[in-house]
């Protein structure tokens, strides 16, 4: 029989770091308390949690790359929304946020959790934030929580 590795859902002494872009705040604010919930429901504390605001989904990798690599957490969740316009900027700034995001995660070794948002509309984007589909920042949080655990039983800890 295999070995099998899964994550629990246990977030008790986690140290999270959290950036969140400032922009769309009336969506990021609601995925952040969705963060914030899913973390303190697992066993979480608020006082292991720090939470860094930035102008944009651009700004979110370079702080949450500074975050992983300064020790202090265990997992970083990227928190923002990137909501469709009249113009290409859309396309540009998602798909530099994830490649971002995802970089960070396997340059530093620490798990660098996407709760990015992408939306056509205000509209989907309000609903990402929790009132008709799941809240992606409680999601986001959720695996961050689980990537650790599965992290810790790899190595050993």
């Not at 969140?20 to 969506?27: E, K, P």
Request: avoid cysteine; proline fraction near 3%.
């Amino acid at each position: 029989m295999p070995k099998t590795i899964e994550g629990q859902l246990d977030a008790k002494g986690i140290k999270f770091g959290v950036v969140v872009s400032r922009f769309n705040h009336f969506i990021t604010e609601r995925l952040l308390s969705g963060v914030m919930d899913a973390i303190l429901r697992n066993g979480g504390a608020d006082e292991n949690v720090t939470v860094a605001w930035v102008p944009g989904a651009f700004e979110i990798s370079l702080v949450a790359k500074t975050m992983a690599e300064s020790g202090k957490y265990d997992t970083v969740i990227a928190v923002g929304a990137v909501i469709r316009g009249g113009t290409p900027h859309f396309d540009f700034v998602a798909a530099e946020a994830a490649k971002g995001v995802a970089q960070v995660g396997l340059q530093t070794g620490v798990p660098v959790i996407y709760g990015i948002i992408t939306t056509d509309t205000i509209e989907q984007a309000i609903e990402r934030a929790g009132t008709k589909l799941p809240n992606r920042g409680f999601e986001a949080a959720l695996s961050a929580i689980e990537t650790v655990n599965v992290l810790k039983q790899i190595g050993g800890e």
